[in-house]
T-cell receptor, first 118, second 111 residues
Framework: GAVVSQHPSWVICKSGTSVKIECRSLDFQATTMFWYRQFPKQSLMLMATSNEGSKATYEQGVEKDKFLINHASLTLSTLTVTSAHPEDSSFYIC??????????????FGPGTRLTVL | GENVEQHPSTLSVQEGDSAVIKCTYSDSASNYFPWYKQELGKRPQLIIDIRSNVGEKKDQRIAVTLNKTAKHFSLHITETQPEDSAVYFCAASMGGGKLIFGQGTELSVKP
């Protein structure tokens, strides 16, 4: 099956610093990648949709200047949390898919990145 | 925008019993409905999905039903086992592959 990796799997940083999370599709080309945030005992909340070579589309309430997303190739998307604060501490999960018209393919999820901001 | 409601939030069953989780969605344009199982600290795993042109789909002990008119879909797990214990999420997609998740159901299967 399709494999999506994330790096790092966990990170601890000081308040005010920036953190970059990578999401890679290892054995397929992902036309679209999605970034989710999940707080403890809560659901996955979609943050943004990332298409290769174009600007990400952010969900309502997600600050695009704080959560910078870059999808430079068909196998790599990055999420940078800028000026991180304790309230940004969460589990960040990416997913990747190939979209062919209206026939949606399965989204393949990365293993997630646990971010703790001190 | 699309909204997905999921019930119950917690479900406890005895091993061997059936478990049913229900979801409703708001946007009639939604056409793809996956179900995920998530263990603590792990990624969501797709367990079954259904598209809007199908009313029911079954895979061994797991089945999903879809009622497009009522805009709801359900997950049925039969002969539950302790290893089925996890958090289950439904989701709906209406375009661009974007998934909107339900709130999750914590299933506990007691031996």
């Amino acid at each position: 099956g399709a494999v999506v990796s994330q790096h790092p799997s966990w990170v601890i940083c000081k308040s005010g610093t920036s953190v970059k999370i990578e999401c890679r599709s290892l054995d397929f080309q992902a036309t679209t990648m999605f970034w989710y945030r999940q707080f403890p005992k809560q659901s996955l909340m979609l943050m943004a949709t990332s298409n290769e070579g174009s600007k990400a589309t952010y969900e309502q309430g997600v600050e695009k200047d704080k959560f910078l997303i870059n999808h430079a190739s068909l196998t790599l998307s990055t999420l940078t949390v800028t000026s991180a604060h304790p309230e940004d501490s969460s589990f960040y999960i990416c997913s990747a898919t190939q979209i062919a018209g209206l026939n949606y393919n399965e989204q393949f999820f990365g293993p997630g990145t646990r971010l703790t901001v001190l | 925008g699309e909204n997905v409601e999921q019930h119950p939030s917690t479900l406890s069953v005895q091993e061997g019993d059936s478990a049913v989780i229900k979801c409703t969605y708001s946007d009639s344009a939604s056409n793809y409905f996956p179900w995920y199982k998530q263990e603590l600290g792990k990624r969501p795993q797709l367990i079954i999905d259904i598209r809007s042109n199908v009313g029911e789909k079954k895979d061994q002990r797991i089945a999903v039903t879809l009622n497009k008119t009522a805009k709801h879909f359900s997950l049925h797990i039969t002969e539950t086992q302790p290893e089925d214990s996890a958090v289950y999420f439904c989701a709906a997609s209406m375009g661009g592959g974007k998934l909107i998740f339900g709130q999750g159901t914590e299933l506990s299967v007691k031996p």
